[in-house]
């Protein structure tokens, strides 16, 4: 179905090739998984498929590309359309039209399909997709998940051969992430499309996958094979797959449910970790208190009666479903937002009455999108910026890059880093002002394993200095790896509020692999199941 | 609700007596007949939060218009007092003159001035409210409808600018960032200009590939030529044809059929080129018998105003200087001036079975 041969590809005004000399076949209906860490060409080889590279972007490409016999680079996007269904990263950007039906029929349209057909065709998709309730619905008014996949359904009507999507489901959280990935592997399975995606929260898509590609990045060789093949191998491994390597099983588990059997030989001989279960609040000195906080946005309730007290130096993992109010929550704490009911305290003063610049120097806080941040033309030149409206002399961050690994990016024009190099630099920006209390929203987004432990490893050496960290995620295995407590919003409400191990044991949604493989609070990451393996 | 057609003779027929007369029966009975029409079919729509707005704006131009008349035209009989005077008078030529002899004509030649700019504004946020915007895109001739996709795309960019302001302005904001001068504008541009083309080109690319800009069937070289030349000859004709009308007296009908047979032309020319852009259109409107009433209201109520127009163009003038008369009322154009009510009348009601 795809064959590339050799295809070599650098963007313009760049020396290093992206895809250097890249052979690979796809056969019908297989699903293909494209791992690898950020900036390896994940994004490129994909945009091969339907001739956006090069055709969009420019640049220098060699090699040889076809798809189901068409070659992408002749045709271009537009003549592979109906071949090659192409759905991007954010769910936002991508809709033409406001409503869904219309949206569905974009691309018939743009191939002058008769009217009945696209009416036959839309009827089809709205069922395969199980969006036949939203086909009146305004775009704007659907959830992350369901404009996921009205995207999908509007690159179906067309009835393409292979369906490419760019980590469809980074910017969902995980019940809305599941309802993609399950309608993916549905149109696989019925229909037999041949799949090729994206992803870097494998623990969610390894199970679906025939193979996967792994693509090393820094020009090193891809490898390509069996995901049982290929996660015995790569260092961008589930916690699952590290787990049965360390303890060398064979074969390698790929679901929860693999994995129990050989857990459960385990289990007799573990010994209790050491690190303790209490949650110390009661006896930190709080900076953070929260009564009967309200606020809605034009009378939608965001917040409703929230109560929270945080203590100096403890590390909370805010987590909830989109919409549920974490991060109304945090611009509260920061002084942007100010309550309609109840009262926000920091260090016993109330908010309202500190003002934002009394608060922004002692509260940092970094938002989801680190584009809204970043304008400088170099790193240096936006921590100076920071420290200097905080009336700090700017400079002495060296340490701080160092530790964050930017210093090698120090210079580089902030917008042309990768993703998670843009998330850190934004961190980065807030941090040099040295805050108190360090707020972040949702700072894993499109980062890779590497980079979450390198960013966990940061955050908890900032909460043993005396910092109070807050993050609100969606990403189960980083709160297991560092967060001491779990705050649960659900429509504006603290549901659940409790010491990580406690909050994380036995939950459907908010339980680490580990956690779910071994049902027990002792065991909630790799390495508390390793040490007391060693013991 | 109603299609597009229908839509467009009811803006037609709405705005051509704000076109045609100064007389404020007629004017009032408008407004009325499209503040109805808004009221009852118009709120429920997902624009109808502009409206408020509009009526707002309207309302403060014609409080002005009314205000400003008086105060600096001083013609008129009646005068009804005198204020101060305030004049503006460089090198002896009175450039204006505030305050002075308040007349009763200039004021009521500013409200009914007022008058009709608010029925403008209000007939438009009506129109604006009720019809179907992607409708009215769709309807455009083919040969547009790329620049349409593009005006729809860039009216949905303004909102979502003003979003990624905020977000912009907020993450500042905790940066320490306060707004003291010129410069301080960089920090807030640059992400949002950075973000705003990073999210085209997203789009441009999502469009892309799923064939937009699609089959235009590659025509030949000739082809090309012979439809720039067309276009050239149609315009030529055109414009030719309007010299000839109006320096021509004699001979107006050479004129005249020298730039309709341009106007035709052109007409063609563009229908022919439109059609080569293979594009398919998704939904049909529906055309209902409640349309063809309506329309017909509409184009009856353009029939009569023109009439009158053309013969008795002393029943539409409303001029008051220089001693103010009561204006003459014609009930037949009072009718027609009620024409925008229409489709009021034969929407369903709620509860009933739609037609």
Redesign the interface.
């Known amino acids: 179905m795809i064959e590339l041969r050799n295809v070599t590809y650098s963007y313009p005004d760049s020396e290093a090739p992206v895809l250097r000399d890249l052979s690979l076949r796809v056969e019908e209906g297989e699903f293909l998984l494209v791992i690898g860490a950020s900036g390896a060409g994940k994004s490129t080889l994909l945009r091969c498929l339907n001739g956006l590279v090069p055709h969009f972007y420019g640049g220098v490409f060699r090699g040889e590309v076809r798809v189901a016999g068409h070659d992408p680079v002749a045709e271009s996007p537009r003549g592979m359309s109906s071949l090659v269904g192409f759905v991007f990263q954010d769910p936002e950007a991508q809709f033409v039209v406001d409503v869904v039906e219309d949206e569905l029929a974009f691309a018939m349209e743009n191939h002058n399909l008769p009217q009945s057909l696209m009416r036959k065709r839309v009827e089809e998709v709205l069922d395969q997709l199980d969006i036949a309730p939203l086909r009146g619905r305004r775009i704007s008014t659907l959830s992350g998940g369901e404009k996921q996949r009205v995207a999908i359904g509007a690159v179906l009507t067309l009835q393409p051969k292979v369906l490419v999507l760019d980590e469809p489901t980074s910017q969902l959280d995980p019940q809305a992430a599941e309802e993609v990935l399950t309608t993916l592997q549905k149109l696989n399975t019925d229909l037999g499309l041949t799949i090729v995606l994206s992803e870097h929260r494998l623990e969610r898509v390894v199970q679906y996958a025939d193979r996967i590609l792994y693509l090393p990045g820094g020009g090193g060789p891809p490898f390509i094979g069996r995901p049982r093949e290929v996660l015995a191998q790569v260092e961008l491994a589930p916690p699952l797959a590290r787990l049965a390597r360390a303890l060398g099983w064979e074969p390698l588990p790929l679901t929860i449910k693999e994995g129990r059997k050989l857990a459960g030989r385990l289990t007799c001989n573990l010994q209790p970790p050491t690190s303790n279960l209490q949650l110390p609040t009661s006896n930190l000195q709080p900076v953070i208190d929260i009564r009967n906080l309200w606020f809605s946005y034009d009378g939608c309730e965001a917040l409703r009666g929230v109560e929270l007290t945080v203590g100096r130096g403890e590390f909370v993992a805010l987590m909830g479903r989109n919409g549920s109010g974490k991060t109304t929550l945090l611009k509260h704490i920061v002084g942007l937002l100010h309550p309609q009911q109840g009262r926000v305290e920091l260090w016993g003063q109330d908010t309202r009455r500190m003002g934002t610049e009394a608060i922004v120097r002692r509260v940092g806080y970094v938002p989801q999108n680190p584009n809204a941040l970043l304008f400088a033309d170099t790193l240096r030149d936006e921590l100076d910026f920071t420290r200097r409206s905080h009336g700090l002399q700017p400079g002495g961050y060296d340490e701080l890059l160092r530790t964050l690994g930017m210093e090698r990016h120090a210079n580089a024009y902030p917008r042309d880093l990768s993703a998670g190099e843009r998330q850190r630099a934004a961190l980065a920006a807030i941090l040099v002002a040295d805050p108190e209390i360090i707020l972040l929203d949702e700072p894993t987004r499109g980062l890779d394993y590497h980079q979450k432990r390198a960013l966990a490893d940061f955050l908890m050496r900032m909460r043993d200095g005396g910092r109070t960290v807050i993050i609100a995620t969606h990403d189960v295995e980083l709160v297991a790896r560092c967060a001491d407590r779990v705050v649960i919003l659900g429509e504006g409400q603290v549901v659940v509020d409790g010491p990580a191990r406690e909050v994380m044991t036995n939950s459907l949604v908010f339980s680490s692999q580990m956690n779910k493989l071994f049902r027990d609070d002792r065991f909630l990451t790799v390495e508390d199941v390793l040490e007391a393996v060693e013991r | 609700m109603y299609h597009t057609t229908t839509w467009l003779l009811w803006l037609l027929a709405a705005l051509l007596p704000t076109m045609l007369t100064r007389n404020p029966f007629y004017l009032i009975i408008l407004l009325l007949a499209v503040a109805v029409a808004y009221s009852t079919i118009g709120r429920s729509s997902?624009m109808a939060a502009s409206w408020g707005l509009l009526l707002r704006v309207g309302l403060s131009l014609a409080a002005f218009s009314a205000l400003v008349n008086p105060l600096t035209v001083h013609h008129g009989d009646t005068v009804l007092l005198t204020l101060p005077r305030l004049s503006l008078r460089p090198g002896g030529i009175i450039l204006l003159e505030l305050g002075g002899r308040i007349t009763l004509e200039a004021l009521s030649y500013g409200l009914v001035n007022g008058l009709s700019l608010m029925a403008i504004l209000l007939i438009f946020a009506t129109f604006n409210v009720l019809v179907d915007h992607?409708q009215l895109l769709r309807s455009i001739p083919a040969f547009l409808y790329q620049t349409g996709?593009v005006i729809?795309?860039a009216i949905?960019f303004v909102p979502q600018m003003m979003a990624?302001l905020q977000?912009?302005r907020?993450?500042?904001?905790?940066?320490?960032?306060?707004f003291r001068g010129i410069r301080d504008l960089?920090?807030l541009?640059?992400?949002l200009l950075?973000?705003g083309l990073?999210?085209a080109i997203?789009?441009?690319?999502?469009?892309?590939?799923?064939?937009?800009?699609?089959?235009v069937s590659h025509s030949h070289r000739k082809q090309e030529l012979a439809y720039k030349a067309s276009i050239a000859l149609s315009l030529f004709g055109l414009l030719a044809g309007m010299f000839w009308y109006g320096y021509f007296p004699a001979a107006r009908w050479v004129g005249g059929s020298m730039g309709a047979g341009g106007l035709l032309l052109l007409v063609w020319t563009l229908r022919a080129m439109g059609r080569r852009v293979?594009?398919?259109?998704?939904?049909?409107e529906m055309w209902r018998h409640r349309d063809t009433l309506v329309s017909a209201v509409s184009l009856l109520s353009l029939a009569v105003f023109t009439l009158f127009w053309l013969l008795g163009r002393r029943a539409l003038v409303f001029y008051p200087y220089p001693r103010f008369t009561l204006p003459t009322f014609n009930p037949l154009l009072g009718l027609a001036s009620l024409a925008p009510v229409a489709p009021v009348l034969t929407t369903p009601k709620k509860g009933k079975a739609g037609l």
């Open positions: 997902p992607h996709v729809s795309i949905a990624s977000e912009v907020e993450a500042q904001t905790i940066r320490g960032h306060r960089l920090p541009f640059m992400p950075t973000s990073e999210r997203q789009l441009a690319e999502s469009m892309e590939a799923r064939g937009f800009g699609g089959d293979g594009r398919s259109r998704y939904r049909r």
